[in-house]
Each structure stands twice: as structure tokens, then as C-alpha cells.
């Protein structure tokens, strides 16, 4: 009898909508199995598999200001560090080791050196979620066991294969911008964003079909990778993307419990 995994895309501080996500995911009592995730989805999934609600993700990560987020390192090989982010995990999460969490738990990761993408799913929680969650030139990459890891999401914004390995059905969640844009970008950073979106769409896009039931957040779209004070307002929109589709999660729930 296959179970339900989860499966969390990438997508910078979008990736707060994944918590209104698992908000309604908890109310709709969806037995989850699995977790899998990138970059942003890595951290909503990991804090989320180590026990915390989604309300309380949500009032460790919030912040007014995007500067808050950054710590400039400059010099270095991003430009900047994620001591922001460690802190809230080792605050959240202690020195937890993925055997640890209530939920199975995979993060995605890129190896620069191998250029693969790499799934962990064992050893220190907090060094492999930092390292999926690490946007190339913007933050540094993370040195772990002799490699040298990015953000997950620059070879892999969707990892669904650790779930279909499982044969579980799926219910994937993205927040990666795709389909027009509502403006021309006309700033270089805009341009920047677009252009990443777009990248890496095509391949999310293939696995996102793969998916059961498939969460497309498309509020979300018009809020930009570091937009990181907008926490509740994004925490709404996903709760709202996943109550949409209540009765195709309620049938999926069905489908697995017969």
C-alpha cells in the first residue's frame, strides 16, 4: 500500500508559503509519510519533520527586514554568510541528525566539484539544509565531508525521485515562477530573477508532473527571492493554493487508506 510523500520546491523567500502549505495539510490530518526538499523547501521541510507547527516555523524564520537575512562576507566566495539561517536552526533544531526527525527527510544538494545533485538523508541536519538553501554568488558554498555544495535547486528545484523510489504518491508543492511575466524587467536585478526563474523552470516543470497532486503557487509568483518580511502574507497564500484542492488531496488521502 503506497503512503503520501511531500515534495517542496525551491524558490527563495516564496518558500515561506510552504508553511501555509503544511498548515492546511495538518488540518486536512494528511498522513505524510516522506519529505523531500530544495533550497526553501528544504528548510520549511526539515523544521517541519523535526516536530515544529507550521505557526511556529513561521515565527522563528519572520523578519521586517531583508537585511536581517544578509551578512555580507565580502571576499569570500559568496557574498553572503548564512549565520542568520544557522542560527534559526540550531535554535529550531539543536544537533538533530536526520535520524532523528518525527518524519523521514531528504534534502537536495548540488556538488560543485561532481556536478551532481546529491540527496542526504543522513548524518547533521543543519549542515545540509544550509547547504541546499545556499543561492550561488549570493551566499557561500558549504564545504561538508570533502565536498563543495550549493543550492539544490541549480540542478534539482524539485526532488521527487527519493519519493518515487519509495513508491509513494506524491503531493508536490512549487514556487518557482513560470508562465509570463505581468512586467518587463526592466533592472538588472529583475532581469537577474527572471532569467533564474526561467532556468530553472523546464526541468521543475517535468517533475512537477510526476506529482499526484500537484500545488502550483501561483500568488506567490509576484513576490520577489528576497522578500523575506513578507512571511504572512505568503503564509496565507499557501494555505489558500492547498485549500483549493481539498477534495483532490481528501481523494488522495482515500486512495491510500483502502
Same mark, same amino acid.
Given at each position: 500500500?503506497? /503512503? ?6 525551491? /524558490? ?19 498522513? @505524510?509519510?516522506? @519529505? ?6 528544504? @528548510? ?6 523535526? /516536530? ?14 531583508? !537585511?536581517?537575512? !544578509? ?16 542560527? @534559526? ?19 537536495? %544538494? ?12 543522513? /548524518? ?42 519509495? +513508491? ?5 508543492? +512549487?514556487? +518557482? ?20 526563474? %526561467? ?21 506567490? !509568483? ?6 523575506? +518580511?513578507?512571511?504572512?502574507?505568503? !503564509? ?23
Amino acid at each position: 500500500m503506497a /503512503g503520501i510523500g511531500l515534495c517542496l520546491s525551491g /524558490g527563495g523567500a516564496r518558500g515561506l508559503a510552504h508553511l501555509g502549505v503544511l498548515k492546511a495539510l495538518d488540518e486536512l490530518e494528511v498522513p @505524510i509519510e516522506m @519529505i523531500s526538499g530544495t533550497s526553501a523547501g528544504a @528548510i520549511a521541510g526539515s523544521m517541519y519533520a523535526a /516536530g515544529l507547527s507550521p505557526e511556529t516555523i513561521l515565527e522563528k524564520v519572520r523578519t521586517k527586514s531583508v !537585511f536581517d537575512v !544578509f551578512k555580507l562576507a565580502l571576499g569570500k566566495s559568496g557574498l553572503s554568510e548564512m549565520k542568520y539561517l544557522r542560527n @534559526i536552526l540550531v535554535e529550531s533544531c539543536g544537533d538533530l541528525q536526520f535520524s532523528d526527525l518525527k518524519i523521514p527527510f531528504v534534502a537536495c %544538494l548540488a556538488d560543485l566539484r561532481s556536478g551532481m545533485a546529491e540527496m542526504i538523508s543522513e /548524518g547533521d541536519l543543519v549542515d545540509a539544509v544550509i547547504a541546499s538553501a545556499s543561492i550561488p554568488i549570493i551566499f557561500e558554498p558549504v564545504e561538508k565531508d570533502g565536498k563543495l555544495y550549493v543550492d539544490g535547486g541549480v540542478l534539482n528545484n524539485l526532488p521527487v525521485e527519493p519519493l518515487l523510489e519509495k +513508491n509513494l504518491k506524491i503531493i508536490g508543492v +512549487n514556487i +518557482n515562477v513560470h508562465g509570463e511575466s505581468r512586467e518587463l524587467p526592466n533592472k538588472m536585478k529583475n532581469v537577474a530573477e527572471r532569467i533564474f526563474d %526561467l532556468t530553472l523552470w523546464y526541468p521543475t516543470k517535468k517533475r512537477f508532473e510526476k506529482c499526484d497532486v500537484q500545488i502550483d503557487v501561483t500568488e506567490a !509568483f509576484t513576490f520577489g527571492l528576497f522578500e523575506f +518580511n513578507k512571511g504572512d502574507e505568503l !503564509f496565507e497564500i499557501g494555505y489558500r493554493a492547498t485549500m483549493k484542492q481539498k477534495d483532490e488531496i481528501q481523494k488522495l488521502i482515500s486512495e491510500v487508506s483502502s
